[in-house]
């Protein structure tokens, strides 16, 4: 049997560099707590991302909950179901109401033309989701939000890199957030980071991600979302190669193009003007009607060949018991249909035009 492809795998720096790098932490012992290390990435990525704050934290759902709570929000926010659970688990831990919005049908990012009917009287906030390295249309949204004095934070976990006209997705809305989770484009081991449009809210989350502390004064109520310092040393690393990793990943979504943007009943994401995209993910989705067979039987026929691949985004968080299930698949309609056929195929450093050719030849060979 050929060799096993998984849908993602980390990349790495060089065994030595990571050593060299963790050296320094050995001689001083500072093990967490906003060491050199911490203090270096953070710097580091306010440069490589174009901006003038980044907190960084454990993870980036953490990110995410202290973004929330430092903007100190109450009520209705309107974001998308067709995300990372992480997404919608925020929204409603942080006591806030989700409510979702449809997405639009060529890149699958949230669709501006369908936010003002969901405004109400509670709506408190905006969270759109950047999605596979797609982003969403930042000066629609924007110019909503300013109408009824509403928050935008954006979920960038797959924006990592990205930049829209010269400008970075780190700075869109009033805040962002990045994954820096193992699997991502840029990685930390386990990570995540906040970026403000105020500078100001980044003291604040420092103080609660580090139980509410400022000094030697209690200040507010906080937890533990701290980023250590090993994983600040990776990230330190991973930093130096994201640009050859980004390289290595827009080979084979070229690739995956190349061999796949023109067969009937195989709809890719739209490529965005002006938007120099990580290659985050490669999304396909698959019409059943006319590709002739569904998107479970592409995976099936993926696994024979030792070929991983995800159903990514599904289910609709919106449609999760947890959340209570009220909002059907009538209300998000294109969401709907995407999720129950998307297939996330695999993407990663190192993956290859030749083995992306042999995943290309699996999936053609089942066309009816």
């Known amino acids: 049997m050929d060799d096993k492809i998984t849908v993602t795998r980390s990349s790495m720096p060089p065994f030595e560099e990571y050593c060299e790098e963790i050296r320094s932490i050995w001689e001083s012992r500072w093990l967490t707590n906003s060491g050199e290390k911490h203090q270096g990435l953070e710097k580091a990525l306010c440069e490589y991302l174009g901006v003038s704050n980044l907190a960084l934290c454990v993870n980036g759902h953490q990110a995410m909950e202290c973004i929330l709570e430092t903007l100190d929000l109450h009520g209705e926010v309107i974001t998308t179901p067709f995300t990372f659970v992480s997404t919608t688990n925020a929204i409603v831990r942080k006591g806030l109401t989700p409510v979702f919005c449809d997405i639009k049908a060529d890149d699958f990012t949230m669709d501006p033309a369908l936010i003002e009917p969901l405004i ?181 026929a993926l696994a024979q060949h030792n070929i991983a691949a995800r159903k990514y985004f599904y289910p609709l968080t919106s449609s999760v018991a947890a959340f209570g299930g009220a909002h059907p698949d009538t209300e998000t309609p294109i969401a709907s249909a995407v999720s129950k056929n998307v297939l996330c195929l695999p993407l990663y450093e190192g993956l290859g035009a030749e083995n992306a050719d042999r995943i290309c030849d699996v999936i053609l060979s089942l066309r009816k």
């Open 120 to 300: 109400t009287e509670k709506t408190c906030a905006i969270m759109p989701v950047h999605v596979y390295g797609n982003l969403c249309d930042d000066a629609a949204i924007e110019k909503i939000a300013r109408k009824y004095g509403l928050k935008v934070i954006y979920d960038a976990a797959h924006a990592f890199g990205v930049t829209k006209n010269g400008v970075s997705a780190a700075a869109m809305g009033d805040a962002s957030m990045f994954s820096f989770h193992a699997t991502k484009v840029f990685h930390t081991i386990e990570g995540g980071g906040a970026v403000f449009k105020d500078p100001a809210n980044y003291e604040a989350l420092n103080r609660r991600k580090n139980f509410g502390i400022n000094g030697e004064a209690l200040e507010t109520f906080g937890g533990n979302a701290k980023m250590n310092e090993f994983s600040a040393a990776m990230g330190l690393c991973n930093l130096r190669h994201v640009e050859a990793a980004i390289a290595s990943r827009k080979e084979v979504s070229l690739r995956y193009r190349q061999r796949l943007q023109n067969v009937p009943g195989i709809q890719l994401a739209a490529v965005q003007e002006g938007v120099r995209s990580n290659y985050a993910y490669f999304p396909a989705v698959f019409w059943p009607e006319t590709f002739g067979c569904t998107r479970d039987d592409v995976l099936s």
